[in-house]
């Protein structure tokens, strides 16, 4: 039997493989990208990426209606833009199965908030399965197509940053060939949702989570694991991993269906451990509802609500509440090392735009992607960041707020594909309405900041294909702005006659730049001739090279500690020249 080291991300993709998913669509989101992006690489499933999360689920609820087995997948916060669909998809069902992966980010390593998916199962009444390793990913999302089409329901599947990108050991199985051949059926009563097919469909759904906690106690993806009566352990996931670690003689009963719960098999279990905890992550979702079943049961009085476990937080707090002995193993002392902020990446053409926009005393209403980084020092260009697309909202409603003279600071910034996945319909609003903001599109013709992946600016498909290309500056004039205006952000002196103007104006318009990003193939340097370095002889550290934080341009302090020049790394640079328009004395060519 063939076996194989994968990651969460390509131990998922290759369960859908082996389903017999047909079609899979997702909009890229750390830490879910890479499934997807696995996915391509079987031919048997038409995979594309999609502007945002809401369209992705859409697709796969067509191709399901249509007969086939379909794969959605995003990070959490993406789920909050699919829920519309993902709510009454609940109350339609499917016909071929349907699975929405959901990869949440505890600790936010890369998110702008904490939540946990787990509650969007309770809320949508729909199933949610929860591996804890590769292998259960990979088996975990075949059970999910089975689970979807025998119950006529949408899956869940959550990971974690900690799954997503851990790997392990995964067996291989062969893919799955005997499902019947798609085909349309009409059935209107349940897929047509007015208010009175809903209202039969509603009852459907209730019966459905009773009979899916009924099978979840019968069934191996919650299973016990009876060691001591001493302590009994309710956990999921990637925590039953740190849970086998701190309490190796500890009985444990692990969820692989974390929604709906197994009651009878929760008490069951209760009722043969002295002492019963619930250890998860963020919210105490299987904890509150143990407690309503009349348990009690020991958990987030112990265990921390924000941020990820691991096991040394997982056995202090067993050793604060008194569970485990205190370590009498001194801890090992480890070097503080400096810290390491994010940084947009040497010459990259958002940066020179964000010294301007601070400059210039810009209120800067930001977005979702690498500009975010906009916000860090030196930088200190953003004021606001919510999610996709909120920045041209949020300067709309800004202005309405604002006289004119405060208007005139109000920046929406935002890049190609954080516009194209809901900045549409925010730039549209403020047409309608005419919002005197300026809105900046920062146009690096990919989405840069998940790993470079196409959009439907980009002018190709998530499989290499030639695709046709949104025109951003084009689409903008359709949507009402009569002002609309390209310029290269590397020219720092025509982007700030340009910010200046189009700031002054009394009605909404729009700046887009036009430089791709760096690390695009073909796009990383210009010429070599062009790699900028400093004359020491000419420097006299003023620093203002400093002020753009570049990553090529170290600060060389002189042997008395007390003075300094610049210097650029040649490895680093990419000869963008923002620095060399900055420095007033000609010390950088």
């Not at 999609?50 to 209606?65: D, H, M, Q, R, T």
């Not at 002492?275 to 112990?302: C, H, N, S, W, Y």
């Not at 919510?386 to 604002?402: D, K, N, Q, Y």
Request: one cysteine or more.
């Amino acid at each position: 039997m063939e076996r194989a080291i994968l990651s969460g991300n390509e131990a998922i993709a290759r369960g859908a493989y082996e389903a017999g998913v047909l079609v899979a669509s997702a909009y890229p989101g750390t830490p879910s990208t890479e499934i997807l992006e696995n996915v391509i690489n079987y031919s048997e499933i038409n995979a594309s990426w999609a502007p945002n999360e809401k369209v992705a689920l859409e697709v796969a609820i067509g191709a399901s209606f249509g007969g086939a087995r379909a794969l959605a997948c995003m990070k959490h916060v993406g789920v909050n833009v699919a829920a519309d669909p993902l709510f009454t998809l609940s109350y339609t069902g499917v016909r071929g199965g349907l699975v929405l992966v959901v990869a949440d980010d505890p600790e936010m390593h890369s998110s702008q908030n904490e939540q946990d998916s787990r509650n969007y199962a309770k809320f949508a009444k729909v199933p949610m399965l929860e591996p804890a390793d590769s292998h259960e990913c990979k088996e975990f999302t075949r059970l999910a197509f089975e689970l979807s089409e025998q119950f006529d329901t949408p899956v869940m599947l959550r990971s974690v940053t900690r799954i997503s990108h851990g790997k392990s050991i995964v067996t291989l199985a062969e893919r799955v060939e005997t499902l019947p051949p798609p085909a349309l059926v009409k059935d209107a009563p349940k897929l047509v949702m007015l208010p009175g097919n809903a209202r039969v469909r509603h009852p459907k759904v209730e019966e459905r989570i009773v009979n899916l906690s009924v099978w979840g106690s019968s069934s191996a993806i919650n299973r016990l694991e009876m060691h001591s009566a001493a302590v009994g352990v309710i956990c999921s996931g990637v925590v039953y991993q740190y849970v086998k670690e701190v309490l190796p003689e500890a009985s444990i009963l692990k969820l692989g269906m974390v929604h709906p719960l197994p009651h009878e098999l929760i008490r069951n279990f209760s009722s043969k451990v002295k002492t019963l905890l619930v250890i998860e992550e963020l919210d105490p979702f299987i904890e509150e509802q143990v407690r309503a079943m009349g348990i009690k049961v020991v958990g987030k009085e112990l265990f921390p609500l924000c941020g990820e476990l691991s096991p040394g937080r997982i056995r202090a707090a067993l050793e604060q509440g008194g569970l485990l002995p205190k370590s009498t193993i001194a801890p090992v002392t480890v070097e503080k090392l400096p810290p390491r902020p994010p940084n947009m990446c040497p010459g990259c053409p958002h940066r020179g735009v964000f010294y301007l926009l601070n400059r210039l005393n810009a209120y800067v209403t930001g977005d979702i992607g690498c500009y975010t980084l906009g916000f860090l020092p030196p930088l200190n260009a953003m004021d606001t960041c919510v999610c996709m697309g909120a920045s041209i909202s949020t300067a709309s409603g800004i202005v309405r707020a604002l006289p004119r003279a405060e208007q005139q600071r109000v920046v929406a910034v935002i890049g190609d594909s954080t516009f194209l996945h809901t900045g549409v319909n925010s730039l549209m609003e403020m047409a309608w309405n005419q919002a005197p903001a300026t809105v900046l599109i920062l146009d690096n013709r990919i989405t840069a900041m998940t790993g470079r992946q196409e959009n439907p600016a980009s002018g190709f498909t998530l499989g290499g294909e030639v695709a046709p290309e949104v025109n951003i500056a084009e689409l903008c004039r359709t949507l009402g702005i009569r002002h609309v205006v390209t310029v290269d952000p590397y020219d720092l002196v025509a982007t700030r006659q340009v910010l200046e103007t189009e700031m002054a104006r009394p009605e909404p318009s729009v700046i887009i730049t036009n430089r791709p990003c760096c690390l695009m193939k073909g796009e990383c340097r210009f010429e070599k001739g062009q790699l900028l370095a400093v004359d020491p002889d000419k420097c006299t550290g003023c620093k203002a090279c400093l002020r753009i934080g570049c990553p090529a341009i170290e600060w060389q302090p002189s042997g008395d500690g007390k003075h300094g020049k610049a210097y650029i790394d040649p490895l680093l640079c990419t000869g963008c020249t923002v620095c060399q328009q900055l420095c007033k004395i000609n010390a950088i060519n």
